[in-house]
């Protein structure tokens, strides 16, 4: 008969850590806890104290197993774990009876028996009163490791007798490492945006992560794509938060409509819908300073759009939306609502609140959502006329002949729907086209709030005149001022 139960394909499993370098995120607290093993400083009282999902009960079992030197294999005897929320011994008789029941009668095959013990705040007074007179001074060969959320549930009267260890949250890039680890070892394709996506969207929790990364193989064996993960997850594609906000500057509340109808057709969550607005507010308030700006774990090119976005929304609009939102979240979370119907009323007095608000300028906003909407030879086209608008503007501050020749030989193009290159022949480059080209960046960002990448691709020239006007240039600097005193022509420009 087949055996259809495999430990190996449990990911969580496989890769569970045995010794304390294989522990993810959490050094401080290995670091202390070999410390105080080495020099006999452990207390028989450990409460490990953090979210969930973080190796509370993953370092608790390494350092059962140190204890009792079983170092390469996973070895559980003689420890006891258990879940005073779904142990529901706890409820049917004396509790008492269990831990006594296990110190005195369970066949004890290690040196030392050791209870990992969760949700310590189920327990009475008077049971931690019993476990402190029961253990102090008679069982020195017993430790009991208490895994909790917060400090506060540690009982006041046992805190004197223990040592608190508090783990934290781990980092997108700890947490990022580890699944593309596991993604190597196991021959998953998934690319680093997924992984990074993954990484980002499970609040710091490792075993949170390796559980969706695990899920979503059952679903395509062998691949995770972002679009799977997104739909997982019930992530909101971060562009639409943008329309979102820049509708409400512009008063488009029935935009929002069609986009939030868009959006819920995908399965996002209520909750998870409301949660990636306040992060994106939080996001803009962080982009209006550039002190704050580090704070921000995102593609440059997304931080970018951030700082732009910022720049048309003040701090008590920003403010004024956090606290709507999550004042939302604060009334709902808990109800059966229908969930899109309280987001259309949300968001009717939020837009509402912006109309009321004039300190936007709409001109800038819609051409800035008008210019994203362009294909790429209308991008070029774009560029292009407001290049030779901003030459002319600007004419009587530089030489008019290298104005013309700004006008006739530089070129556009766009590459990758996103960067617009200056096609410039080689004869042009130099100092003086870099500065022209930050002031016509600046002139952009100014006259439309859009901020676009450029990068200058160079070219050779055929032009015989362009090629003389460049050698003139280079062996006297005032060629310019003596074309102009005499005024001279240079024939053929276009």
């Avoid at 004039?358 to 290049?387: A, H, R």
Wanted: proline share 1%; net charge positive.
């Amino acid at each position: 008969m087949n055996n259809f139960f495999s430990k190996n394909f449990v990911l969580s499993d496989k890769y569970s850590p045995l010794k304390w370098d294989d522990i993810v995120g959490q050094k401080d607290i290995t670091s202390s806890l070999k410390n105080a093993i080495k020099y006999n400083q452990l207390s028989q009282f450990l409460f490990f104290v953090g979210p969930d999902g973080v190796g509370k009960n993953t370092c608790a079992k390494v350092l059962a197993n140190e204890l009792n030197n079983n170092f390469d294999k996973k070895c559980y005897n003689n420890i006891f774990e258990i879940d005073c929320l779904l142990n529901s011994c706890i409820y049917s008789y004396n509790f008492h009876e269990i831990i006594i029941d296990r110190i005195l009668f369970y066949p004890k095959l290690e040196k030392y028996n050791i209870f990992i013990i969760k949700n310590i705040h189920v327990f009475s007074q008077k049971f931690i009163n019993f476990l402190l007179n029961f253990i102090k001074g008679k069982y020195t060969e017993i430790l009991f490791i208490f895994c909790t959320k917060k400090q506060n549930n540690i009982p006041i009267s046992i805190r004197s007798y223990s040592q608190i260890y508090e783990f934290k949250s781990l980092s997108i890039k700890e947490i990022f490492f580890h699944i593309k680890m596991i993604s190597d070892k196991e021959n998953i394709k998934v690319d680093s945006e997924t992984l990074f996506l993954l990484s980002q969207h499970v609040n710091g929790s490792i075993s949170k992560a390796i559980y969706v990364f695990e899920k979503l193989l059952l679903l395509h064996e062998k691949k995770i794509s972002k679009d799977l993960l997104m739909k997982e997850l019930g992530i909101v594609n971060i562009t639409y938060y943008f329309d979102i906000v820049n509708y409400l500057l512009l008063g488009d509340t029935h935009k929002i409509f069609l986009l939030l109808d868009k959006i819920f057709q995908e399965k996002v969550n209520f909750i998870n819908f409301i949660i990636g607005l306040i992060e994106h507010f939080r996001n803009l308030f962080l982009s209006k300073k550039n002190e704050t700006l580090s704070l921000l774990k995102l593609k440059k090119e997304i931080i970018q759009s951030y700082i732009e976005q910022s720049g048309n929304i003040s701090y008590s609009l920003i403010i004024k939306s956090i606290n709507m939102s999550s004042y939302l979240i604060e009334k709902y979370q808990f109800d059966k609502i229908d969930d899109k119907f309280i987001i259309e009323i949300f968001l009717i007095k939020l837009a509402n609140y912006y109309d009321n608000t004039k300190n936007v300028d709409k001109k800038k906003i819609e051409k800035n959502l008008e210019y994203c909407d362009y294909d790429n030879n209308d991008k070029i086209s774009f560029i292009k006329k407001n290049w030779i608008d901003f030459l002319q503007k600007f004419s009587d501050k530089m030489n008019s002949i290298y104005i013309d020749f700004l006008k006739e030989e530089i070129q556009f193009c766009i590459e990758n729907n996103d960067i617009c290159c200056f096609i410039v022949p080689n004869e042009l480059k130099g100092p003086n086209f870099l500065l022209v080209q930050s002031y016509f960046i600046k002139y952009l960002k100014n006259k439309f709030n859009y901020s676009q990448k450029f990068k200058v691709i160079g070219k050779k020239s055929e032009k015989d005149t362009l090629k003389n006007y460049a050698f003139l240039s280079k062996k006297n600097k005032f060629t310019e001022k003596l074309i102009e005193k005499l005024n001279l022509k240079i024939s053929s420009i276009s």
